[in-house]
């Protein structure tokens, strides 16, 4: 009998904000992890990189300012450290937690390109939050200084860069080999590094992919049975947060468009997440996205929560 193939896209609830809430956070996830790996599933694991990602971009613009002799470090070359960073930790806990149950297993952590499109509107209006969040004030000195800064689903401000669509992950035959040699694989961490393909030459440009975006392209490359996305509900909901809040069990990809029409998610939370599950679901008959909490996913998958998006 065939594996079923999953592509899992961790949330930054699954990850921590700072070194040592990844440690803890990490060691939770794999327990995850490692549950669904023996129920026979081939697993490729994704995950954000917004706080690591604005944590090392902060890191190496100071080191700019304190030292004249430093240049400035080029975002893709910040989401390629946020990759291994967060890839080496969450590697290592799986690994563990294998070897804790005594299971031989084999984990990989893959540094991904993923390239776009420099003609993408995106670049015309930035819009992808990265970084920590900032309180109003410190966002209008940011404006004033040209970095571009949005209200973030009511949890605060951050800054924005462009977000273009992520057209095809450079990586791709390598993750395929490893998955098919049974590997765990851990790949187009925070999005992918953003490259364009310039006369054959690959090189970063200054923008972060939507990591639930280049999930769902990976998923589609990968030919997956399901994409998970990991969030912080156990369902999606419409009129969320008022009187007649309806968190929804099952949706048809027409079904969700309705309600993007409807503007029933927020830009900033959970609109991408349901246009990547409607991406891939629409992609190929029998190919099911699931949007759920972290410790519900092996439910999800049993069709017992979450919310599932289908033909």
Known sequence: MKRKKVVIALGG?????????????VAK??????DLSQQDLDIIITHGNGPQVGMIQDAMDNLVVMHENYKQIPLPTCVAMSQGYIGIDLQNAIKYELHRRGIEGKVSTILSQVEVDENDPAF???SKPIGRFMTKEEAEVNEKNGVKCIEDAGRGYRIVVASPMP???????????????????????????????RNGKLEGVNAVIDKDNASSLLAQQLDADYLI??????????NFGKENQEWLSDLTVEQARQYI?????????????????????ESKEGRHSLITLLDKAADGIAGKTGTVIHL
Not at 29 to 34: E, L, Q, S
Not at 170 to 190: D, F, N, P, S, Y
Not at 261 to 281: C, H, N, T
């Open 13 to 25: 609830n699954a990850l921590g904000k700072d070194v040592e809430e990844q440690k803890e956070a």
């Open 229 to 238: 996305i990991l969030t912080a509900v156990e369902k999606v909901a419409i």
């Open 124 to 126: 015309q209006n930035p």
């Open 167 to 197: 057209k095809r992950i450079r990586e791709l035959e390598t993750i395929k080999t490893l998955v098919g040699a049974g590997h765990i694989v851990i790949t187009c961490g925070g999005g992918g590094i953003p490259v364009a393909d």
């Open 29 to 34: 996830t794999a327990k995850v992890i490692v």
């Open 261 to 281: 029409a409807e503007e029933q998610f927020a830009k900033g939370s959970m609109l991408p997440k349901v246009e990547a599950s409607i991406r891939f679901a």
